[in-house]
């Protein structure tokens, strides 16, 4: 690799970063071929990373590690398969292929409440109107009051017009909504069914190379004494492990003080180093 | 009650979650839909779903069904006899037919 921090570049499959650097910085570096870090500018130019770096990549004793997850990816850059891989990859194919289009009905919800109350307010103003122009006509004629409750009908006339057709666009609208949502109930199906996929083939995939991973935390340097569980050891030994059994051909990150050396480290994981100060 | 229904993973996490959280509101809590009670708190929740997840959340006024109400009493009765049918196998079609009582499709193109 060629590793460019700042002004200083280091070549080899090992490398030593001789100022302080932060190795979040240096693994997006790793994985994006630049990064900065503080205004220092980082460049890698080395193999790139396949999906197993992004759960082992950098490696450091405050890291966490979903060491299932981490295991299958392993065994997958390994070129272990399983019998629901096809399926997986239909079912993500379909997803793709799934497009719903959103469909909001705020608008006209609001314009239907606004409508009808508009329409209720008119309905009163016609009640009292007319109240008001009978009592008049008692008293002789009233052609102001006959003419105000003319106008007063007619705009009554047209709101209730216009709450007809809110209504109507509302329903159209749901209409939409609801097949979108069919849409998304469908997807939702293939979404549940592609999580189940992925979740046995993880679990077969780990079955596949417990052992291997157990023997791997064993040789870990500075590890445990006896390993129990191998799912419970602390997540830097188990990174090493995984890492260990991975085939990472891009530079992995180290920030640990289990090893003699970055050589050391790069001859356990069989992987390119990077090694900063821990 | 609040019908809150969701159509996605995410919508249906946040449910859940919502569920979890304000149990005092639910009312009945299903896969990917719960009725919460109708109080300003359980609308408050309602449209903070909706606000974060859009389309993928569906809300709905629902009110008890009172038959009474809203259903002719020839469909109330027919509901009724068919129930106490003597031969389970036989399909509300073929029951009604002869009987006095209202027609499948008839009853299908009546809106309540």
């Not at chain 1, 590793?3 to 070549?11: L, Y």
């Not at chain 1, 059994?245 to 480290?265: G, I, K, Y």
Request: proline letters at 4%.
């Amino acid at each position: 690799m060629i590793c460019r921090i700042g002004e200083r570049v280091h070549r080899g499959r090992v490398v030593r970063t001789t100022t302080t650097v932060d190795q979040r910085a240096l693994t997006r570096a790793v994985r994006a071929g630049e990064a900065t870090d503080d205004g220092t500018t980082i460049a890698i130019q080395a193999r790139t990373p396949g999906p197993v770096h992004e759960r082992v990549g950098c490696l450091h004793h405050e890291m966490g590690l979903r060491t299932r997850t981490a295991l299958a990816e392993a065994a997958r850059s390994r070129g272990h398969t399983t019998a629901l891989d096809s399926r997986i990859e239909t079912l993500r194919e379909r997803l793709a292929e799934l497009t719903v289009e959103t469909v909001e009905t705020t608008d006209q919800r609001q314009a239907v409440a606004e409508a009808s109350a508009n329409t209720e307010r008119l309905q009163e103003a016609v009640a009292e109107t007319r109240g008001e122009l009978k009592a008049r006509r008692e008293d002789g004629d009233a052609p102001e009051t006959a003419e105000q409750f003319r106008d007063t009908a007619r705009e009554l006339s047209e709101a209730e017009t216009a709450f007809v057709a809110a209504r109507q666009n509302l329903e159209r609208r749901r209409h939409a909504a609801r097949q979108a949502r069919n849409k998304l109930a469908q997807r939702m199906d293939i979404e549940d069914e592609l999580a189940n996929a992925e979740r046995e083939a993880r679990r077969r995939l780990v079955e596949r190379t417990q052992t291997a991973f157990e023997s791997a935390i064993e040789s870990v340097p500075g590890g445990p004494e006896s390993v129990g569980n191998p799912f419970e050891v602390d997540s830097l030994t188990a990174g090493l492990a995984v890492a260990r059994l991975a085939d990472l051909a891009a530079p992995v990150v180290l920030a640990c003080d289990r090893f003699d050396s970055p050589t050391a480290a790069s001859a356990f994981l069989g992987a390119p180093v990077i090694a900063t100060e821990v | 009650m609040l019908l809150v229904i969701t159509y996605s993973r995410a919508a249906r996490q946040t449910l859940r979650n919502v569920c979890r959280s304000h149990e005092d509101c639910v009312v009945r809590q299903f896969g990917q839909a719960a009725l919460l009670d109708a109080t300003e708190f359980a609308a408050f929740q309602a449209l903070r779903l909706r606000e974060k997840h859009g389309t993928a959340v569906q809300v709905e006024w629902t009110e008890p069904f009172n038959e009474f109400e809203r259903v002719p009493e020839g469909v109330r009765e027919a509901a009724t006899a068919y129930e106490s049918r003597e031969q389970a196998a036989t399909p509300y079609e073929r029951f009604a037919s002869g009987r006095d009582l209202p027609d499948p499709e008839a009853m299908r193109e009546q809106e309540l």
